[in-house]
């Protein structure tokens, strides 16, 4: 059956909020306009457009587009779903979008809430995330961590300048797999935080600024890299450009030129990946006195190269004449070594993220690489991509950047580790420092022994 406009604006219309909660899709509301899904919490729906986005999936949509992606039968193709999704729209008795209102209060800490004992946050922080004790413990005196009296930890979104909480992170305890999914945690942000901040550590004149996706995150960094004191580690709690506006705003208002350089400290997968590149291609100049700021790109096991997949570089490699390194990068840039996965802002198709099978993709590409390819040349990188990709020229050239990026990075050394095809592929930073736990909880009566024990 066929559906005219009219109908299909009829169905568009359906509250996106209202038919999840009719299914039985369990909700919170950051917002009174803000809404995420507790099974996937990246996806977020803005109730006053009456649009979803699934953060890291890199899509979104109206009510059609949400009925058809979690009320329709997948085995179906896509023209069935979108008519199957209509119809069940037309027959929901949901209000429409524009009958829903809705108030914007602002922000109100409760200091009520907060208990005054931290015992249980730093229990789950340091045994099951991984984080010391003594930096834990050094956040919690700064007022920056606290507990609830639900025994949930609160990441405090205070404002660098007047201390102020302008907004909070809470994250579940009590593990619970059936009702929150491989997660396990409940985790929300709290109602009516302020849009444009998150979880910040540092000062707000800093020279450089750190963005992450979640505090557990950047605490995990600091774990990591240690803490740098001209250095601000934002969270975003997710991807929100509006986090980046803001906090590099304040920046600019606090001291007299931009600052030396905003790092991208996202999570290794796709969202992540096309997130980064959109801000890697800007360029930013104070006009004031022509300083560019820099920005650059730190992911979490962005190094990493699965065994398997490099062996199918040096095959082909080998049979064809080729730089192993080449296929590398055009892999790495076009769908992180994810199979299947467009993985670049560019929206770059390449065999390797049109093809499930990576040793076919990759004997692909290597047929079309010329003999002569030194990898230093941007026209070539550009060349080999427009094979693919006719009529996307911008794309076509930012891509070579960032094949060029991955290519020098790895030929250099600095940025290779082969690891075995067994080893969990890092995600986050957090997947590090749990890493690090359950490898210390393997050798922990050795380290006993020689008197390393965590602090």
């Known amino acids: 059956m066929a559906y005219s406009q009219e109908e299909i ?31 996937h919490d990246s996806l977020v729906i803005d109730r006053a457009k009456n649009y979803f986005h699934w953060n890291s999936q890199g899509f979104g949509g109206n009510s059609i587009k949400f009925a058809q992606t979690f009320l329709t039968d997948q085995s179906k193709p896509d023209s069935v779903r979108f008519k199957d999704a209509v119809a069940l729209l037309l027959n929901n008795k949901n209000l429409s979008a524009s009958e829903v209102t809705y108030q914007h209060a602002p922000y109100v800490f409760d200091a009520r809430k907060v208990s005054p004992d931290f015992s249980q946050a730093k229990k789950y922080l340091t045994e099951q995330r991984g984080l010391s004790p003594s930096l834990v413990d050094n956040l919690h005196n700064e007022g920056l961590i606290q507990q609830n009296k639900s025994g949930s930890v609160l990441f405090l979104w205070r404002d660098p300048a007047t201390q102020e909480v302008m907004g909070s992170s809470i994250q579940g305890t009590q593990i619970d797999h059936e009702r929150y999914g491989k997660r396990g945690t409940f985790k929300r942000i709290d109602k009516d935080s302020t849009t444009g901040y998150g979880f910040a550590v540092g000062p707000k004149d800093a020279d450089t600024l750190h963005f992450f996706e979640s505090s557990i995150d950047l605490v995990s960094y600091l774990q990591l890299k240690g803490r740098d004191p001209r250095a601000q580690y934002v ?27 905003i790092v991208l ?28 700021l820099a920005v650059e790109r730190e992911l979490p096991g962005d190094e ?42 560019q929206k770059i198709h390449t065999p390797f993220t049109d093809q499930d ?3 076919v993709a990759t004997e692909e590409v290597a047929t079309l690489v010329l003999p002569n390819f030194s990898g230093s040349s941007l026209s070539q990188w550009a060349e080999m991509t427009r094979t693919w990709n006719e009529g996307n020229e911008a794309g ?6 960032k094949c060029q990026h991955y290519y020098n990075q790895a030929t250099q050394g600095v940025a290779r580790k082969i690891v075995r095809d067994n080893e969990p592929r890092v995600k986050d ?21 020689k008197g390393l024990e965590r602090e």
């Open 9 to 39: 604006d009829q169905a568009a219309a359906v509250d996106i909020v209202g038919l999840a909660q009719e299914h039985g899709m369990e909700l919170t509301n950051e917002t009174e306009r803000f809404y995420r899904l507790v099974k």
């Open 235 to 261: 969270s975003m709690e997710g991807l929100k450009n509006e986090v980046i506006s803001h906090y590099l705003a304040d920046n600019l208002n606090a001291r007299p030129t931009v600052p030396d350089k």
């Open 265 to 292: 400290n996202v999570d290794n997968d796709a969202a992540g990946q096309r997130f980064s590149d959109q801000y890697l291609l800007l360029s930013w100049i104070d006009r004031r006195n022509g300083k560019e």
């Open 304 to 345: 990493q190269i699965p065994l398997a997949q490099w062996r199918d570089y040096e095959q082909s490699a080998t049979k064809h004449g080729v730089n192993p390194y080449v296929l590398y990068a055009i892999d790495k840039a076009s769908s992180n070594l994810q199979p299947g996965t467009v993985a670049n802002g």
């Open 357 to 359: 099978n990576h040793r």
């Open 396 to 401: 076509v050239q930012r891509f070579g950047l």
């Open 429 to 449: 930073w957090n997947d590090i420092t749990k890493n690090n736990l359950h490898r210390e909880m393997r050798f922990a009566p050795q380290m006993k022994q």
